[in-house]
């Protein structure tokens, strides 16, 4: 008999954690998140309501940015500019990637002035429309240019809408150091499922999630778990300093507290962080990184936002 139980003891797949449960139940004002997860092999469990009014509120016109329809409200900008100037027209050249043209005119000078103002006009209005959009421009490690969405305005107006997802935080981490807690919350996030999206540098934000959408459609990128993982520290631990790394293909958090034995560092206006992927789906303490990731981080190839 110990022989044969012995056998069947051996047949078993090794046990594995739990996947993470959410049950969403509507109530009459607002709807209620009830998760279960595991923490070091332990059951945990959260629960918080968002009201409907909230969750209404929250970005509702965010959506993935469409250059081709920002060009078209700057060509209009420059057109009404240059309708000022009698004699001088001006023709927009071929291309989808930029927004290129052609001033002809009898005065040179009229033509050079008319140049450096639309020159301004253009940068001006294309920051006044990214802002509005809630999208920014910034440049990576390799020089590139991109658009992305302006992670530090998107944490920093969710903050209000969060408080209620924080509170129930804060009572599953009340007896825990700063950095068990930040590895509490950030592998609760690990285990939401994985939104993936290919060439993340050319989809505009099409992925991102604001913190809420994240919440209630329980999935996410990258980038949208670190901007959630952000506004909760923001709330839970408010001197803590945090910036959001961008990596070739990716972005994780940047967490001033102090690191430990192996973790992975980057080192912003001389002062270290430990860097936290809440991405998942593999459950990552806080200062681990996958090794694809560590090796810019170890060599700056990195940009960075402060939040």
């Not at 290919?198 to 901007?227: H, I, T, Y």
Request: aromatic share 8%; glycine share 4%; with cysteine.
């Amino acid at each position: 008999m110990k022989a044969a139980l012995l056998l069947v003891l051996l047949l078993l797949p090794p046990l594995q954690a739990a996947p993470l449960r959410l049950k969403l139940q509507q109530q009459q004002d607002s709807l209620s998140f009830h998760y279960q997860f595991d923490i070091n092999g332990q059951r945990q469990q959260l629960s918080f309501n968002l009201s409907h009014a909230t969750l209404a509120a929250h970005f509702p016109k965010f959506r993935a940015l469409k250059p081709t329809l920002m060009q078209h409200y700057l060509w209009r900008d420059l057109q009404r500019h240059t309708a000022q100037y009698p004699g001088v027209t001006i023709q927009r050249l071929p291309g989808a990637d930029s927004l290129a043209y052609r001033l002809t005119g009898k005065d040179n000078t009229q033509l050079q002035q008319l140049q450096q103002e639309l020159a301004t006009l253009l940068a001006e209005q294309t920051r006044s429309y990214l802002q509005r959009e809630y999208y920014q421009q910034v440049q990576l490690a390799n020089q590139q240019q991109v658009l992305i969405p302006d992670h530090q305005r998107l944490m920093q107006d969710s903050l209000p809408a969060l408080l209620p997802v924080a509170i129930a935080l804060h009572q599953a981490i009340a007896q825990l150091s700063s950095r068990q807690a930040l590895g509490y919350i950030s592998q609760w996030l690990q285990q939401i499922p994985y939104q993936d999206l290919s060439d993340r540098q050319r989809s505009s934000g099409a992925s991102f999630s604001p913190p809420l959408r994240l919440l209630r459609e329980n999935r996410g990128d990258c980038d949208s778990k670190a901007v959630l993982l952000a506004g909760l520290l923001r709330l839970l631990m408010p001197s803590v300093k945090l910036a959001i790394v961008y990596l070739p293909g990716h972005a994780v958090l940047a967490v001033q507290l102090p690191a430990e034995g192996s973790d992975t560092t980057v080192s912003i206006n001389g002062v270290n962080y430990i860097l936290v992927d809440a991405t998942g789906p593999a459950l990552q303490n806080p200062g681990q990184v996958a090794s694809e990731y560590r090796i810019f981080s170890q060599s700056g190839a990195f940009t960075y936002q402060s939040l």
